[in-house]
């Protein structure tokens, strides 16, 4: 039973442009989400977060959009650089965190 | 700066055979989560600690598998009598746990991959 999900397993952008990244949940509970960034043999790194009393949240290039009606969230970059080549992680909790889930990745190439 | 990190790197086991891995989380964190990821998955939780307090476990963590955080400090994960079902790469995190919006920042280590012949 996937609760977080990413529908897009690849996405491919040119640089300069916008990528966007998109997540969906099921779970009315989750209270706080976040994105991750993942190269080829290292853990998940963190990225940026929103809570579900916010629609929006901005660090530089990437802000995450919450549409908590239609259980969706979005991460845009702008401008795309070819270091944000990466597998892309969506992640929900309730707010007690005591379990995270993660979707299943979107894996964006930016072309030079 | 002194990140999650984890031991071995890789482990290749055969069916049957036991086997243990190590995380030391960031000093200051008082979460500890283990994940499994498979291919084509995103991290999968199987249990976490807050200080030497195991506090969750999922429902997917067999009997099969021990975790334990002494002290608060690092964390153990035993898998006990490996099946070829349980390859896959056990990630390691943790946070500063205080109840507000940095809390839910995990910082993850750089796994463990685990193949079972």
């Known amino acids: 039973d996937q609760q977080v999900k990413q529908n897009s397993p690849s996405l491919s952008v040119q640089e300069g442009r916008i990528s966007i990244l998109n997540c969906d949940y099921t779970?009315?509970?989750?209270?706080?989400f976040l994105w991750y960034k993942k190269y080829p043999a290292e853990g998940p790194t963190f990225l940026i977060s929103i809570s579900s009393i916010k629609d929006k949240n901005e660090d530089g290039r990437f802000t995450v959009f919450l549409n908590k009606s239609a259980k969706h969230l979005s991460l845009h970059i702008v401008p795309s650089q070819p270091g944000d080549s990466a597998v892309y992680f969506c992640?929900?909790?309730?707010?007690?965190?005591?379990?995270?889930?993660f979707g299943t990745g979107t894996s964006l190439t930016v072309i030079p | 700066d002194t990140g999650v990190s984890q031991n071995p790197r890789h482990k290749i086991t055969k069916r049957g055979q036991n086997v243990t891995f190590r995380c030391d989380p960031i000093?200051?964190?008082?979460?500890l989560y283990w994940y499994r990821q498979t291919l084509g998955q995103g991290p999968e939780f199987l249990t976490y600690?807050?200080?030497?307090?195991?506090?969750?476990k999922s429902r997917l963590l067999s009997d099969r598998f021990s975790a334990e955080r002494p002290k608060g400090s690092f964390s153990t994960l035993e898998i006990q009598r490996t099946e070829q079902g349980d390859s896959a790469m056990y990630l390691c995190?943790?946070?500063?746990?205080?109840?507000?919006?940095?809390?839910?920042?995990?910082?993850f280590g750089p796994g463990t991959r685990l193949t079972v012949t």
């Open positions: 779970n009315s509970m989750f209270d706080y």
């Open positions: 995190a943790s946070s500063p746990w205080a109840g507000g919006p940095s809390s839910y920042e995990q910082y």
């Open positions: 600690f807050q200080n030497e307090a195991q506090l969750e």
């Open positions: 992640a929900a909790s309730a707010h007690t965190g005591n379990q995270f889930y």
């Open positions: 000093s200051e964190h008082n979460r």
